[in-house]
């Protein structure tokens, strides 16, 4: 299937001296769903940066990240900013306008969208994400799964044909981890997902990559890997409780489920 | 908690003066306050008939006395800081008595309008006005994270005060600093983190 993303010997150093990504070599098919894994610190926040443009500072032309064939440069930054769609680790960090209906506008309106056009995908991307009757509500007084939620509802205002997510479960409650997880399986974009939630990489992805100290370390279908124990174990993960219940050939989830 | 006396969105209220157009309150509100700040002492008037105006608006806003009088309070160090320096003025007693209720009459005025309008209409109005852009970004930006910051302090102080055994007041300051200086670094680096989920969707 064609690459959505591809990423070629990418390597990424802070300004203190730190080695952030090394050699990282992988690719993304249309409507794959993969999970990226990897203990704390190994990188998964700055690859994502790197997908959609916010690093490295001044995008060079060698061609390491490209999105739908293209190489991330200067000039067609906003183009891969509209393709790429990134979830914020942090809700607080994405959900920077007064209200949930401005914020959720404020991609679109980046794009010239205007008048009934804008309510109208404002309408709908909040009854996407079940938040219908939100947009007057001030972002600062939802409750962390609401903001998950408005939060992607901005992302698919965008209408990108990627959504790149980071750890878009953490901090949720299992009601809200369940109802995010249901509204990420209902997306049909290519998926890419930083997590350390093992049980939704195992019901989502059927790809996952291993990132360790910045380096590619593993990448194989989901069930393989995870059920790896010396493997997991060696990269600060563990094997899911999940997989412990299941017998191995049930386990084989769709290529985007 | 300080955060309380700032949050007031929760205090989404259905009275007369919250249905209101946001432009009018503003209009209003403009009004009285370059009134209230240019006419002569002498004009005994127009003080009073403000007085009764901002009366009337805060009954029918059915805002609870008790909140605008904290909030007036939170407000009003400013105002009992420049009236102490005019009172010690030879022959000013008149002057700060004037210029404490100037500024008590603009007071209430900020903290009527700004509590029975929400913050994005106001927006919307400095908008609709041809305020740079700029200028209203950076305002939607103080609003919408000043909260985050207050309960970011919040979380700290605690974090403080569940380790701190002993009272000592010197060691109090210097953790004191610390938290600020640590508010400061993060604020600054949820600044550029902000800075990329806007450019993220778009921005230019």
Known sequence: MKPVIEVNHLSCTYHDGTRALCEVSFQVAEGECVGLLGPNGSGKSTLLLHLNGLLPEQPTSDGAVRIHGQPVTDTNLLEVRRQVGLLFQDPDDQLFCATVAEDVAFGPVQLGLRGAALEERIDHCLARVGLTGFGHRATHHLSHGEKRRACLAGVLACEPSVLVLDEPTSDLDPRGRREFKALLREIPATKLIATHDLEMVVELCSRVIILDQGRVVAQGPTADLLGDEPLMLAHGLERPHILQHRHPHVLRPGPTA | ?204
């Open chain 2, 1 to 204: 908690m300080i955060v309380n006396w700032l949050a007031h969105d929760h205090r989404r209220g259905d009275s007369p003066i919250h249905r209101l157009p946001a432009w009018s309150k503003l209009g209003v509100g403009l009004v009285l306050i370059t009134g209230s700040v240019a006419v002569p002492p002498l004009w005994h008037g127009w003080f009073i008939g403000v007085g009764l105006v901002l009366g009337l608006v805060t009954v029918l806003s059915q805002l609870p006395l008790l909140f605008l009088l904290k909030r007036l309070l939170l407000l009003s160090p400013f105002v009992f800081g420049v009236a102490l320096v005019n009172a010690f003025q030879p022959g000013a007693v008149m002057e700060w008595r004037f210029l404490v209720l100037r500024s008590f009459l603009c007071l209430l005025t900020v903290v009527l309008v700004s509590n029975t309008t929400p913050f994005s209409h106001v927006l919307r109005v400095l908008r609709a006005v041809r305020m740079p852009t700029l200028l209203i970004t950076t305002l939607a930006l103080m609003h919408r994270y000043l909260f985050v910051l207050v309960e970011e302090a919040g979380r700290m102080q605690r974090a403080r005060a569940s380790r701190s055994f002993v009272p000592n007041r010197s060691a109090r300051w210097q953790t004191l600093a610390t938290v600020a200086s640590q508010l400061f670094v993060r604020a600054s680096e949820r600044a550029e983190r902000i800075y990329d989920a806007m450019c993220a969707r778009g921005w230019k």
